[in-house]
């Protein structure tokens, strides 16, 4: 079978025939149809991140979609997290009982642009930030994969006014055609200049800040929650610490959560993809991509990995 093999950490996958791979008790081999790259596969393949150096080569790719026993299924994997391969091949062996059954009409390259960035923004809102219907939330890099899906998904949820952040002109506009009701640039590192951006465009305080960036944007968008507001981290792409001031914090008892997909159970996530895909379904949620072929998987990376994409690169395995 054709698959894309990390075999340097650090270094680009390549794409090459391999044996398949011999599905071990508990799973099922899957025939890939779509696997996006996203930020955790780069992470991992760089062997710097929490998870420890891969071994190496292995094929990278955390999720995809396939088919399997007649079925359109989202799967999982560990690829980089922990020894083994990804959805980055033709086939890929999965643990069935981790698989998701796609909703008809589902599509799946769409499904796969969405897949943990989604559930990753539907979890940070819903269960970790307690959004109710009537609030007014603040998300943070809208423009990205993340940020798009939780543009959308707050408004599925009933908030009020969700209000936007977003830093290139190309991710202003995305923010905007996924529903934001305003969106702020974020092309300042003066947290007073943009907290009092984000007040102007609110209709005062608001009740929770989604932050895929840390940094400055989170710093600034603390300064504009209720007492008893919350913000719900779940990346550092602006930067790894952020200059959130005591005063802010402790001076209107906020809440400053941390959320992680890794501690996810396997039947929330299914739940949430399900969800996610029938959204998907319905034309109700979608994030900007582009798909690549395959064997076009080694510069594809390459462009992820200077941030160059025009949206979440799926790769194209039939
Ligand atoms: N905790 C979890 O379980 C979980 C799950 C999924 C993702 N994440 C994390 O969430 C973050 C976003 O993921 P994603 O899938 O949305 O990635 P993505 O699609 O690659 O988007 C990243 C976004 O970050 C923006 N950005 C990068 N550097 C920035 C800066 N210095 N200031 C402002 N904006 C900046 C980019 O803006 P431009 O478009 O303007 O370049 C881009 O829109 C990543 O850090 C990822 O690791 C966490």
Known sequence: MRAAQIHACGEPPVVAERPAPVPGPGEVLVEVLAAPITPLDLLCATGTSYFGTPPTPYVPGVQGVGTTGGRTVWFPTTAGM??????????????????????????????????LSAVAAHQALGRRGGLEAGEQVIVLGAGGTVGQAAVQLARLAGARRVVAAARSATARERAARAGADAVVPLDTDDVGELAARFSAVLDGPADLVLDPLFGVPAAAAARVLRPGGRLVNLGGSASETSPIDSSTL??????????????????RRAAAITEIAEHSAHGRLSVVHETIALDDAGSAWRRQAVGAPSGRIVLSVR
Request: net charge negative; proline share 10%.
């Open 82 to 115: 922990a020894p083994g391969d990804g959805s980055m091949a033709e086939l890929a062996a999965v643990r069935e009982s981790e698989l998701v059954e796609l909703p008809p009409g589902a599509d799946p390259v769409a499904v796969a642009a969405l897949g």
């Open 250 to 267: 402790r001076g209107r008892s906020l809440s400053l959560l941390g959320y992680t997909n890794n501690e996810l159970t396997p039947g």
